[in-house]
Structure formats: structure tokens, C-alpha cells
Nanobody, 126 residues
Framework: QVQLVASGGGLVQAGGSLRLSCAASGRTFSSYAIAWFRQAPGKEREFVAGVSRSGGSTYYADSVKGRFTCSRDNAKNTVYLQMNSLKPEDTAVYYC???????????????????WGQGTQVTVSS
């Protein structure tokens, strides 16, 4: 079992950057692939990015490719989402989630993720 705590959200102007962190408890953190999802008001939760158990493979939604970078540090039980060139349409609550599956590519559907962080708000002003 793993518990996740997301942090790092805030208010930023368009074109700015933020780095989200997802800190995990538990000794088996490296047994989980981790993904970031986001949900804007009135919209479905959507996959943003993900990283494999080892950190060797990363995956991105087309809408964030080239702007966001997902990474993990298993020694620190933490996953990061570096977000650059932010746009107003990136405004959402961002969640990190863990799955014990490890397919290639990792699943982009939220139904495969057993553990969720509490979410952190990202607001991008125009």
C-alpha cells in the first residue's frame, strides 16, 4: 500500500513554470508506476503524464508534450512534474496516482490506479 501527497500548485501567469511534487509513503514505492491526472471544472479527469517504476520511461498527453517533464527519485519516494510554458487551459486540480501494474506504455485510464493523492490546484492566468 502507498499513500501519496501532492504539492507545489499555485497561481502563475501564462508562460510561467511550476514544479509539482508527489511524495509517497511506504517502502515499496519503486513497485508502482505513477501518473499525473488533472481535472478542470466541469470536465472529465484526464491523463497528463506518467513514469514507469524505474523512471526509465515517461509518457505524456499530446497537450503537454514538449512543455511538461515527469521524473521520479525512488531514493526520495517522490515523483515530479515540471511544467513549463504554462497556458490558461492547463488550469486544473492536479492529482498523482499509483498503480501496481507496469505496462508499456503505462495506462492512461484512471480506473487502473488504486491510490490517489489529494490534488493540488494549478491556476494559470492569461
Amino acid at each position: 500500500q502507498v499513500q501519496l501527497v501532492a504539492s507545489g500548485g499555485g497561481l502563475v501567469q501564462a508562460g510561467g513554470s511550476l514544479r509539482l511534487s508527489c511524495a509517497a509513503s511506504g517502502r515499496t514505492f519503486s513497485s508502482y508506476a505513477i501518473a499525473w491526472f488533472r481535472q478542470a471544472p466541469g470536465k472529465e479527469r484526464e491523463f497528463v503524464a506518467g513514469v514507469s517504476r524505474s523512471g526509465g520511461s515517461t509518457y505524456y498527453a499530446d497537450s503537454v508534450k514538449g512543455r511538461f517533464t515527469c521524473s521520479r527519485d525512488n531514493a526520495k519516494n517522490t515523483v515530479y512534474l515540471q511544467m513549463n510554458s504554462l497556458k490558461p487551459e492547463d488550469t486544473a486540480v492536479y492529482y498523482c496516482a499509483a498503480t501496481s501494474t507496469n505496462p508499456t506504455p503505462i495506462y492512461s485510464s484512471s480506473r487502473y490506479y488504486n491510490y490517489w493523492g489529494q490534488g493540488t490546484q494549478v491556476t494559470v492566468s492569461s
